[in-house]
């Protein structure tokens, strides 16, 4: 992995993006800090700025792992497309099945709640409709909270896909679209030749293990393991990568303008006599 904000990186970034590429970005982690709270998460207005700047010139996804009701609360963008519950909630080819997905999710909730006992407090069951999140980040001790609930979860049946992040254990069924799905079908629905995707878990790695020349990913937090293809440090870092894209977008837009003013701009169509 190299640093994307290095000043290869930043060539690379400037080159890859085209009139023709669609931004996408994780919500949690990303476009905003983790919260030991999940309801305190708040994406910077001046981050909130330039994308909407950006959506002038590209189209903007968010691709999260929070239901789409709940994202929708912490954006004052309205990004072009939006989709919750790590792929499985908002895609048009997919509607019809977020019924079933919903049952199965409701299904395994009920045999958590079974499970479960008094001596597990701190976790907590988020049904987030067409998947379920289990978190144990407020548990006594988080090593033993996560071998009890995935010694639970193995129980499960039907049995979920297993999308571990931080001290939360996300179950999605098993043919429901993952992240990487929902950016293929978003660069069709928008007719986009390429896209650049930024994350930070593992949920994202399902779009960082696409490995396609025409998608460039850029993860938050450099990894030995993960299989992005750059990095920035920190969450900070999201702005002055953003930054970076709409300033090489307005400089490309104000270069065509100047190309087209040499050329004496559009020729008027000659008017009948």
């Known amino acids: 992995m190299k640093d994307i904000l290095s000043t290869a990186g930043l060539e690379t970034l400037c080159h890859f993006i085209t009139p023709r590429t669609l931004l996408a970005f994780d919500l949690d982690g990303t476009l905003a800090p ?4 999940p309801n305190e998460i708040k994406v910077a207005d001046e981050l909130q700025q330039e994308l909407q700047i950006i959506m002038q010139h590209l189209p903007v996804a968010v691709i999260t792992g929070r239901n789409r009701r709940d994202a929708m609360r912490f954006l004052e963008i309205s990004p072009h497309y939006l989709i919750g519950n790590h792929g499985a909630e908002g895609l048009p080819l997919w509607k019809e099945a977020e019924t079933r997905f919903s049952k199965l999710s409701q299904d395994w909730k009920m045999q958590l709640l079974q499970s479960l ?3 597990d407090a701190g976790i907590l069951l988020e049904d987030k409709g067409t998947s379920l999140s289990v978190h144990y980040r407020h548990t006594a001790s988080r090593e033993q909270a996560y071998h009890r609930l995935m010694h639970m979860i193995n129980k499960l049946t039907p049995e979920p896909r297993v ?3 931080k001290c939360v254990i996300n179950l999605v069924p098993y ?5 990487g799905d929902a950016l293929l079908e978003l660069m069709h629905l928008a007719g986009m030749d390429s ?3 930024m994350g930070d878990d593992e949920t994202d790695e399902d779009v960082f293990a696409l490995k396609q020349g025409n998608i460039l990913t ?4 450099k990894s030995a393991t993960s299989q992005a293809d750059w990095f920035i440090q920190e969450q900070n870092d999201v702005l002055k990568t953003v930054t970076a894209i709409r300033l090489h977008l307005q400089r490309a837009q104000a270069l065509a303008n100047q190309q087209e003013l040499h050329r004496g701009g559009p020729q ?3 008017t009948e006599p």
């Open 34 to 37: 983790i919260s030991p709270d």
């Open 117 to 119: 006992e008094t001596s």
């Open 163 to 165: 999308v571990e992040g």
């Open 175 to 179: 043919d429901a679209p993952h992240k």
């Open 195 to 197: 896209a650049v995707f």
């Open 218 to 221: 850029v993860r938050v937090g």
């Open 268 to 270: 008027e169509s000659p």
